[in-house]
């Protein structure tokens, strides 16, 4: 037997790519299916102010059921949509169905919340990203300000200038958007500020470990950031009163987290 090498542990670590490449291609066939069969569905969560507890707006997050593979994490079937072009369709079929859930309340008279979805870098720069937006908000007659976008920090905002154009003239249409995981990517301060962009979502990592003095100078940082680029910190993840207290003091005012809200089906969120 070859002994344990640098080699070796390359190897390894290619198997266990190749494992998770065969993984991914299988489940990113299974979703087209599951996706005209109606399995993959979306939950919503509420993002709320931290002094009052009041619901502000929703996120929208894709939950898949699968009758054969059992419940699959986003953190599992998007990275996979991604990586075998898949993501468009799942992500347009998020956006419908909050689009059908907006309308049935508009037309019952309920009152209305923006509702963010996720959208990823693919998506966000396609070409048929905005116009399909535009076009199924106003087939559903439904007012873009109602609909907020959320970008991941971790896409880098790689191409600056064509991500500025997209931020700018979801702007122009009347949508709002959110740097997501803030934190976590490497987005320069100066690109930020020109973004119009409205909020900027701390991410979970931080608001876990702010026992930690380094951590908790970091929190504190990116909440005077946003509201020195007129922006809205929001923090991802609360789990204990503790870290509602804290963000509070640190002059945070909204957040979202276990401790107010888990993600709920359409239906039960209908009720707020
Ligand atoms: P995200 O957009 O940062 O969403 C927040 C995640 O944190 C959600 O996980 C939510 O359920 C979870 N979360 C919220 N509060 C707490 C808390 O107090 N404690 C803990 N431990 N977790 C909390 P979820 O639903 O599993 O989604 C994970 C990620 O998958 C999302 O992170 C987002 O990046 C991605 N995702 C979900 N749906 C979509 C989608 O339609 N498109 C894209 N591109 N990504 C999506
Ligand atoms: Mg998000
Ligand atoms: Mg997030
Ligand atoms: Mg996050």
New binding site residues.
């Given amino acids: 037997k070859a002994k344990l090498g640098t080699g070796e542990s390359i190897c390894y670590f290619e198997d266990e790519h190749d494992q998770i490449m065969r993984r991914d291609l299988r489940l990113a066939s299974e979703l087209t299916a599951a996706l005209n069969r109606g399995e993959v569905d ?2 919503l ?1 509420p993002k709320v102010e931290l002094k009052t507890g009041e619901i502000v707006s929703f ?5 898949w059921d699968s009758p054969e593979l059992g419940p699959i ?3 599992v079937f ?1 990275p996979a949509a ?1 990586k075998n072009g898949k ?1 468009r369709v ?2 347009q079929k ?1 956006f419908l169905r909050v689009m059908e859930w907006l309308k049935k309340r508009q037309d019952r008279g309920q009152r209305l919340r923006p509702v963010a ?4 870098a693919e ?1 966000f720069f396609h070409r048929s990203f905005i116009p399909y937006l535009v076009d199924t908000a106003a087939e559903y007659d439904i007012d873009p300000k109602w609909i907020r976008l ?1 970008i ?1 920090e971790r896409i880098g905002f790689v191409d600056i200038d064509t991500a500025y154009k997209v931020f700018k003239q979801l702007n122009d249409y009347g949508f709002t958007s959110s740097v ?2 803030f934190g976590t990517g490497y987005s320069s301060l100066s690109y930020l500020q020109k973004l119009p962009v409205s909020e900027i ?1 701390i ?2 990592s931080f608001i ?1 470990n702010m026992e930690g003095e380094g951590t908790l100078a970091i929190v504190r940082t990116i909440i005077q950031l946003a509201e020195n680029l007129n922006m809205s910190a929001v923090a ?4 204990t009163e503790t870290q509602r207290r804290t963000l509070l003091a640190l002059g945070c005012r909204y957040g ?4 107010f809200h ?2 709920m089906p359409l239906d039960e969120a209908n009720l707020l």
């Fill in positions: 979306v939950h969560q996120e929208a997050l894709a939950r994490g986003p953190n998007i991604e993501i799942l992500e998020v979805i996720n959208i990823s998506h959320e991941t997501d995981d979502k991410d979970r876990s991802e993840g609360i789990e979202q987290g276990y401790l888990k993600p």
